[in-house]
């Protein structure tokens, strides 16, 4: 397959240029300008579109049919242009073989799951899956890790007040302990947490996650008089990754604002895509890109921030992320559309922008995959 006249952005490889993308079977092959089309090579014209690696969202939801979040991957993910999403959660220790059979193992979307250190997963919008303390379950969740070796890259832990119940400091020391036996890095779920932003990123080592990052609740990365805490400033230096992780009621554009006034850039933009935001505000992971780059982001910047960054997050950074010759064939093309848009995050605050990216198309190991037919 041969992506002709596209814009390549590739950060990673510090390229931002005219190319032409070449793929053979399942993997990339070639860059150039001005390729040749080979006899029998299937041909994507990319003329007016940028072409990107295959997209990261390091945050969504997708155990369709099992947790109340679920939606389906490979139309909401896949046919918005992201090649892989990281499932942060949405099973645990007691879900997690239906997840893999039933979802992971049929979908197109490639899918990297973090696995709940509460057993049950996210099930049940009554129950929060910490409120119990016997689901906190070290043993099941590293017992379930060995035995899907191949696939879980990270743990989750939810600390919000209403789904941690009084059990925020043993599920956080239990995922903690669950992560260093298992290698493998955990990710917070953040805002209104019943214990203090400062004592949760003091337990988290270098590769950890803080997700919902610039949530506008209680326990955030700002102090009463807007600026980001020396904690948040520690952490980061320390190599604690901070992701947007947007979601429902998890992103503020006035901390987005204040943060990156003074310097304070997420590692990864994730969507957290799930079934209580997919008709707005997230829609995609283009649009959370789209409202990076109207809050002064560079399209440079917010591509490696959902390609190479989270590419390196889940350990396959150099096969994912990237289309260097020999990388995993996965591309997506983005348009940008000029022309009034408008820009809601997760506390109703509407922002006025002039240009979106448009998910254009993607290639999943190979195979083209045609945008889905969403106007909005
Ligand atoms: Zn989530």
Same mark, same amino acid.
């Given at each position: 397959?041969?992506?002709?006249?596209?814009?390549?952005?590739?950060?990673?490889?510090?390229?931002?240029?005219?190319?032409?993308?070449?793929?053979?079977?399942?993997?990339?092959?070639?860059?150039?300008?001005?390729?040749?089309?080979?006899?029998?090579?299937?041909?994507?014209?990319?003329?007016?579109?940028?072409?990107?690696?295959?997209?990261?969202?390091?945050?969504?939801?997708?155990?369709?049919?099992?947790?109340?979040?679920?939606?389906?991957?490979?139309?909401?993910?896949?046919?918005?242009?992201?090649?892989?999403?990281?499932?942060?959660?949405?099973?645990?220790?007691?879900?997690?073989?239906?997840?893999?059979?039933?979802?992971?193992?049929?979908?197109?979307?490639?899918?990297?799951?973090?696995?709940?250190?509460?057993?049950?997963?996210?099930?049940?919008?009554?129950?929060?899956?910490?409120?119990?303390?016997?689901?906190?379950?070290?043993?099941?969740?590293?017992?379930?890790?060995?035995?899907?070796?191949?696939?879980?890259?990270?743990?989750?832990?939810? %600390? *919000?007040? /209403?789904? @941690?119940? #009084?059990?925020?400091?043993? =599920?956080?020391?239990?995922?903690?302990?669950?992560?260093? +036996?298992?290698?493998?890095?955990?990710?917070?779920?953040?805002?209104?947490?019943?214990?203090?932003?400062?004592?949760?990123?003091?337990?988290?080592?270098?590769?950890?996650?803080?997700?919902?990052?610039?949530?506008?609740?209680?326990?955030?990365?700002?102090?009463?008089?807007?600026?980001?805490?020396?904690?948040?400033?520690?952490?980061?230096?320390?190599?604690?990754?901070?992701?947007?992780?947007?979601?429902?009621?998890?992103?503020?554009?006035?901390?987005?604002?204040?943060?990156?006034?003074?310097?304070?850039?997420?590692?990864?933009?994730?969507?957290?895509?799930?079934?209580?935001?997919?008709?707005?505000?997230?829609?995609?992971?283009?649009?959370?890109?789209?409202?990076?780059?109207?809050?002064? %982001? *560079?399209? /440079?910047? @917010?591509? #490696?921030?959902?390609?190479? =960054?989270?590419?390196?997050?889940?350990?396959?950074?150099? +096969?994912?992320?990237?289309?260097?010759?020999?990388?995993?064939?996965?591309?997506?093309?983005?348009?940008?559309?000029?022309?009034?848009?408008?820009?809601?995050?997760?506390?109703?605050?509407?922002?006025?922008?002039?240009?979106?990216?448009?998910?254009?198309?993607?290639?999943?190991?190979?195979?083209?995959?045609?945008?889905?037919?969403?106007?909005?």
């Amino acid at each position: 397959m041969l992506i002709r006249g596209g814009t390549v952005v590739d950060p990673g490889q510090g390229l931002h240029a005219r190319r032409d993308v070449r793929l053979d079977v399942d993997r990339i092959i070639e860059l150039g300008d001005g390729l040749t089309p080979r006899p029998g090579e299937a041909v994507v014209d990319a003329r007016d579109r940028l072409v990107l690696p295959g997209l990261i969202d390091l945050h969504v939801h997708v155990f369709w049919g099992a947790s109340h979040y679920g939606i389906e991957p490979d139309p909401h993910c896949l046919g918005t242009g992201t090649t892989t999403v990281v499932d942060a959660g949405s099973a645990g220790a007691h879900t997690f073989a239906a997840f893999r059979r039933y979802v992971i193992d049929v979908s197109a979307t490639r899918i990297v799951p973090f696995l709940n250190i509460g057993a049950t997963g996210m099930v049940s919008p009554a129950v929060g899956e910490l409120e119990e303390v016997r689901h906190i379950d070290r043993a099941a969740a590293l017992r379930t890790i060995e035995a899907h070796r191949d696939l879980i890259r990270g743990i989750k832990v939810r %600390l *919000s007040r /209403d789904l @941690v119940g #009084a059990n925020a400091r043993v =599920a956080l020391k239990t995922a903690r302990e669950a992560g260093e +036996a298992a290698g493998l890095p955990i990710m917070i779920h953040v805002g209104d947490t019943p214990i203090p932003l400062a004592e949760i990123l003091s337990e988290l080592r270098p590769g950890d996650v803080i997700t919902h990052c610039y949530h506008g609740r209680k326990e955030g990365i700002l102090d009463d008089r807007g600026t980001v805490t020396q904690a948040a400033r520690r952490a980061a230096a320390r190599g604690v990754l901070f992701d947007v992780g947007h979601g429902k009621g998890s992103f503020s554009f006035q901390v987005a604002r204040r943060a990156l006034a003074q310097g304070f850039r997420p590692g990864t933009i994730s969507s957290d895509l799930h079934v209580y935001n997919l008709d707005g505000p997230v829609f995609d992971l283009a649009t959370t890109m789209s409202k990076f780059l109207h809050l002064g %982001l *560079s399209l /440079d910047e @917010v591509v #490696a921030m959902t390609t190479g =960054a989270p590419a390196q997050l889940i350990g396959h950074d150099g +096969a994912l992320g990237t289309l260097r010759p020999g990388a995993v064939g996965d591309v997506t093309l983005l348009a940008v559309q000029e022309g009034p848009v408008t820009f809601e995050d997760a506390m109703g605050e509407r922002l006025a922008g002039t240009r979106r990216l448009v998910p254009s198309g993607a290639v999943r190991a190979g195979r083209w995959v045609p945008p889905k037919a969403a106007e909005r």
